[in-house]
C-alpha cells in the first residue's frame, strides 16, 4: 500500500482560507488496519505537492491514492467562483470521533486537502483546468498546523510557498462569458485570522452539520471513519444556501453566514472583540446581533472594496447571488 509521507522543513507553515463552487463526487476508500508490526507513519510536509502521495497516476488529475477520500460540504464558502477538491486522509487503524454537530474529533496525523482551481471553460470541463493551489492541514500532537502548495505554470507540481501572491485567471462561464480574475492566495497571517478560535488553529470545513444529508455520514458510519455515532440522524443538517426548494429563506441565510462569516464572526474568533455579530447556525437571531446590524451587513456584502467589503479574506468580488440571498432575508427582518 502506498503510504501517506510528508516532511516538515519549518516548525509551523499556514495555509490560505476558504469555498463556492464543487464538481467532486463523494468516493471513500476505506483505510486498511495498520498491522501491529508496521512502523507508524508520520504525515509532514516536503517542499513538493508530489510528494505527499496525497494522489495517485498524474498529480493534476486530482486522483485521491488510497490513502485519502473525497469530501462535500453542503453548502460552500465563495472564493471568487473557483472550484474546490477536498480530501480527508485518516492514519491508518483510526477513526474521527463524534462530539456534537461541529467538528469531530480528528486523530493525531490527520491530514485535510483543499485545492483550488477554475474550469477553462465551464460549459464543456473536457477542456481542462487551472490548478491554482492546495491548502493542507496536519494534525501533530493535538495542533493543526497549515500549509499551502502552488501549483506551477506547467501544472505538473505545487511547491509548499505561504507567501500572499495573485495569480490572474481567464475562463468561460456558463453564460459563454470570459471572465478574468486575479486570484490572491492569501498569506499566512490572513489564514491564521481565518482558522483561529480561541488562540487554536482548527479546520473551518468540515463540520458534521455540513456533511449531513448526503449519505457522507451514513457511509463514515459504515466504512467505521467515525465512532460514537449510530446513525446520521443524530447531527442535524446545515441547509444549502442555493436550495430554495427544500429549504426556508431565514434558513438559507443563515447556512450562508455560517460558511462564509461564523469562523470570523463567533466567541474567540478573529471578528470577536471587533464586532457583536454572531453568525454561526445554531446561535439564535436574539443574539446573533443580526438585526441590528443590518445596514453594515448590506453595505459591506453589497460591494467589494478591499479592506471594507466581508468577507475580508478570500475574495476579489462581491458576490452577487449571495447578497442577493442576504439582502432579500435582512428585509423580511
Not at 509521507?5 to 468516493?27: A, E, G, K, P
Not at 476508500?29 to 495498520?34: F, G, L, V
Not at 458534521?208 to 460514537?228: C, D, K, M, P, V
Request: charged share 20%.
Amino acid at each position: 500500500m502506498k503510504k501517506l509521507i510528508l516532511l516538515m522543513t519549518f516548525s509551523l507553515v499556514i495555509f490560505s482560507c476558504s469555498n463556492d463552487t464543487d464538481d467532486t463526487h463523494y468516493s471513500p476508500t476505506p483505510p486498511d488496519p495498520t498491522p501491529p508490526t508496521s512502523p507508524e507513519v508520520i504525515p509532514e510536509f516536503l517542499p513538493n505537492l508530489s510528494d505527499l502521495n496525497l494522489f495517485s497516476e498524474n498529480l493534476n488529475d486530482l486522483t485521491p491514492s488510497d490513502r485519502a477520500f473525497i469530501y462535500n460540504l453542503n453548502t460552500t464558502l465563495f472564493s471568487d467562483y473557483s472550484y474546490k477538491q477536498r480530501l480527508l486522509a485518516l492514519p491508518e487503524g483510526t477513526t474521527m470521533e463524534y462530539i456534537d454537530d461541529g467538528l469531530p474529533n480528528f486523530p493525531n496525523n490527520t491530514v485535510i486537502a483543499k485545492t483550488f482551481y477554475y474550469l477553462n471553460n465551464e460549459r464543456d470541463e473536457t477542456e481542462g483546468k487551472q490548478l491554482i493551489e492546495t491548502r493542507i492541514l496536519i494534525k501533530k500532537n493535538g495542533v493543526w498546523e497549515l500549509g499551502n502548495y502552488k501549483w506551477n505554470t506547467q501544472q505538473t507540481d505545487a511547491v509548499l510557498d505561504n507567501t500572499t501572491s495573485t495569480v490572474p485567471i481567464s475562463y468561460n462561464n456558463l453564460d459563454g462569458n470570459t471572465v478574468n480574475v486575479d486570484y490572491v492566495i492569501p498569506s499566512a497571517q490572513d489564514c491564521i485570522d481565518c482558522h483561529n478560535t480561541s488562540n487554536v488553529i482548527v479546520p473551518i470545513g468540515p463540520k458534521l452539520r455540513a456533511l449531513n444529508g448526503n449519505n457522507q455520514l451514513e457511509t463514515w458510519i459504515s466504512e467505521n471513519y467515525i465512532t460514537n455515532l449510530s446513525n446520521a440522524s443524530q447531527v442535524s443538517i446545515l441547509p444549502d444556501w442555493k436550495d430554495a426548494v427544500n429549504f426556508s429563506l431565514e434558513e438559507r441565510a443563515r447556512a450562508y453566514f455560517d460558511m462564509n462569516c461564523a469562523h470570523c464572526h463567533s466567541d474567540g474568533a478573529f471578528c470577536a472583540d471587533q464586532s457583536n455579530l454572531r453568525l454561526s447556525y445554531d446561535t439564535p437571531l436574539l443574539d446573533s446581533y443580526i438585526v441590528e446590524d443590518k445596514p453594515n451587513i448590506d453595505f459591506r456584502m453589497s460591494m467589494y472594496y478591499d479592506g471594507i467589503s466581508m468577507p475580508l479574506t478570500g475574495t476579489t468580488m462581491m458576490h452577487p447571488e449571495g447578497y442577493d440571498l442576504i439582502s432579500e432575508y435582512l428585509n423580511t427582518l
